[in-house]
C-alpha cells in the first residue's frame, strides 16, 4: 500500500483529502507545515509527498530537497500558477490547481506512482485508467485499456483508431466534444502515446484565468513588465517545452492571446510580456472545446487563421447519449471504483436501474454519469442499487430533448431576456444552465446546484464566469 504524505495548513481541506485518499488504498500521514512534516517523519520514507505550495514558515517546494528523489506534488491554486511552473523547474513532479475534483487528484496520484515503479530501462508507459476499470467491462477491442478510456461502441473504436496514428506525430489536434465527454482523458492519451510522454504535459483551462492574467499565464513576464511584475515570471508555453501543452476550452481565449499563440505554431517561439526579445521553444499543441470555432471565426470572436492552424487533426469525441454500447460499461466501471472505495463489498444496479441508465439522456455526459454512481453507492443502503438511489433528476429530460433535436454546437446568441416560465424546451444548453442557475441559487448550495446540473462545483464555476453569472450572497451553508 503506497505511503502519502500531506502537507496542508488548511485542517479541512487536508482532512477531506486525507478522507479521499484513505477510500482509495492508500496509507495517509499528515502535517501542516514544513517545518512540522521535517520534525515528524523521514520524508524520503513516503511513496509520494503531496504539499500546499504556500505555507506558513517556508513554502512547500523546500520538501523537494528533503525529499531525496521521491515526488512531490504541489498544489496551488490558478492565481499562483506561475509559482507552480517554477516549483515544476525546481523539481516538483507535477502540479495541481486548486479547486479540484476528485478525480482529478486520484488521476495524478495514480500516474506518478505508476512512473515511479518502471525500471528506467523500460520502455515510456502507457496510459492508464485513474482507477482500475470494471472487471465486468468487455476487452474484446485490442489494447483498449491502453488508452485509459472505456468504449466499444463503433464512434468510439474509430476514435481509438485516430489516436493511434494521431499520437507518434507532432500535428496539431483539436479535440470537439461537448462538457463532461472526457476531452482531457484523449489529450493525456496522446500525450502518452507520442514521442514526448517523458516530457511534461501541461495543462490549461483557457475559461478559468482571468482575462487580465491570461498572456502572462501563458507567455510569462519581464520584471516591471506591469504594475505587480517583481520578478520575471517563466509562462505555461515555455514549461512545456519539449512537451505537450494542453489548452481547454480555447474558444474563450481573448484575441490578444490568439494572436501570440499563433506565433508559437507559425515560427516556434514566444515573447514574454514586456520583453523585447523572442526565444524558440518546442510544444505540441493539442486545443479542445464545446464551441463551433469555424462560427466563430465568421463572427470575429476567433482568429480564421489561429483555427486553420489549430484545426490540422480534428477529433469528435461523441456524447454520451449516442454511446449506448458502452454507457453500462463506463457505469459498472465507476461503480465497481466505488465499491473498492467505500469497501462495502460488490455493489451492482437493479435490472431496473440500468434500464433507466441506459434510457436517461445524460446531458451532463460521463461526468454526470460519475456524480450519479458515486451518489447512489453512498446513499443506498443495499449492495444491489434502486432507481431511487441514483437521484436522476426529470428537471433535465428537458436537455435531453433539446439535445437530440439540434446541433452538437450552438453559439446562437442567447435572448436578451428569459421569462421564469418559458418552457426549457425552447433554450439553448447555456440558455437552460443561466435560467435554471437564476431560478434556483436563492435557495440551494453551489454544491446543490452543480449536483442538479450533473456537474462538479468547478465546472459551474467556470460556467459561471464564462456567462457572467454573480453568485449572490445568501445565508445558505454550503
Known amino acids: 500500500m503506497p505511503h502519502i504524505l500531506i502537507v496542508e495548513d488548511e485542517t479541512i481541506i487536508r482532512s477531506a483529502l486525507r478522507r479521499l485518499l484513505e ?20 520524508i524520503p520514507s513516503f511513496d509520494l509527498i503531496i504539499s500546499d505550495l504556500r505555507l506558513p514558515g517556508v513554502p512547500g517546494t523546500e520538501l523537494i530537497g528533503h525529499a531525496a528523489g521521491k515526488p512531490v506534488l504541489i498544489m496551488t491554486s490558478y492565481a499562483s500558477l506561475r509559482s507552480a511552473v517554477d516549483s ?24 506518478t506512482l505508476k512512473e515511479r515503479t518502471v525500471a528506467p530501462s523500460s520502455p515510456p508507459a502507457t496510459p492508464i485508467a485513474p482507477e482500475p476499470v470494471a472487471p465486468s467491462t468487455p476487452s474484446n ?6 488508452l485509459g478510456i472505456i468504449g466499444q461502441s463503433t464512434a468510439m473504436q474509430d476514435l481509438f483508431g485516430k489516436i493511434r496514428k494521431v499520437a507518434p506525430t507532432d500535428s496539431n489536434v483539436l479535440i470537439l466534444g461537448e462538457s463532461g465527454t472526457g476531452k482531457e482523458l484523449v489529450a ?8 514526448r510522454s517523458q516530457a511534461p504535459m501541461i495543462s490549461v483551462n483557457c475559461a478559468a484565468i482571468p482575462e487580465t492574467l491570461i498572456e502572462s499565464e501563458l507567455f510569462g513576464h519581464e ?23 494542453f489548452l481547454d476550452e480555447i474558444g474563450e481565449l481573448p484575441l490578444e492571446a490568439q494572436a501570440r499563440l499563433l506565433r508559437v505554431l507559425q515560427e516556434g517561439e514566444i515573447r514574454r510580456v514586456g ?19 469555424k462560427t ?9 487563421d489561429l483555427y486553420y492552424r489549430l484545426n490540422v487533426i480534428a477529433l469528435k469525441l461523441p456524447p454520451l447519449r449516442e454511446r449506448e454500447q458502452d454507457v453500462l460499461d463506463i457505469a459498472e466501471a465507476f461503480l465497481t471504483r466505488q465499491s473498492e472505495r467505500l469497501k462495502a463489498g460488490r455493489l451492482s444496479f437493479s435490472p431496473e436501474a440500468r434500464q433507466t441508465i441506459l434510457r436517461y439522456g445524460w446531458p451532463g455526459n460521463v461526468r454526470e454519469l460519475e456524480n450519479a454512481v458515486e451518489r447512489a453507492a453512498i446513499l443506498s443502503d443495499k449492495l444491489e442499487i434502486g432507481v431511487e438511489s441514483l437521484g436522476i433528476d426529470l428537471e433535465l429530460s428537458a436537455l435531453e430533448a433539446f439535445n437530440n433535436t439540434t446541433a452538437l454546437f450552438d453559439d446562437t446568441p442567447p435572448p436578451s431576456s428569459t421569462s421564469s416560465h418559458e418552457p426549457a424546451e425552447n433554450l439553448s444548453l447555456e440558455d437552460y444552465f443561466q435560467h435554471f442557475v437564476l431560478e434556483h441559487q436563492d435557495h440551494m448550495t453551489e454544491t446543490e446546484l452543480a449536483r442538479k446540473l450533473g456537474i462538479s462545483r468547478k465546472c459551474l464555476w467556470e460556467r459561471r464566469q464564462r456567462l457572467g453569472i454573480p453568485r449572490r450572497k445568501s445565508g445558505l451553508a454550503d
Do not use: C, W
Open 23 to 42: 477510500r482509495n488504498q492508500y496509507q495517509i500521514s499528515e502535517a501542516g507545515s514544513v517545518q512540522e512534516a521535517l520534525d515528524r517523519y523521514s
Open 188 to 195: 493525456r492519451a496522446l500525450h502518452n502515446l507520442s514521442q
Open 88 to 111: 515544476v523547474r525546481m523539481g516538483a513532479v507535477d502540479y495541481i490547481a486548486k479547486p479540484f475534483d476528485h478525480h482529478e487528484m486520484l488521476q495524478a496520484i495514480a500516474h
Open 296 to 304: 466563430l471565426a465568421r463572427a470575429g470572436h476567433f482568429r480564421e
Open 141 to 146: 477491442s485490442p489494447n483498449h485499456s491502453e
Open 223 to 245: 520584471k516591471g513588465a506591469f504594475t505587480g511584475a517583481t520578478a520575471a515570471r517563466t509562462g505555461l508555453v515555455e514549461a512545456a517545452n519539449g512537451g505537450t501543452l
Open 275 to 293: 520583453s523585447v526579445h523572442s526565444q524558440k521553444v518546442n510544444v505540441r499543441l493539442i486545443a479542445a472545446t464545446h464551441r463551433d470555432l
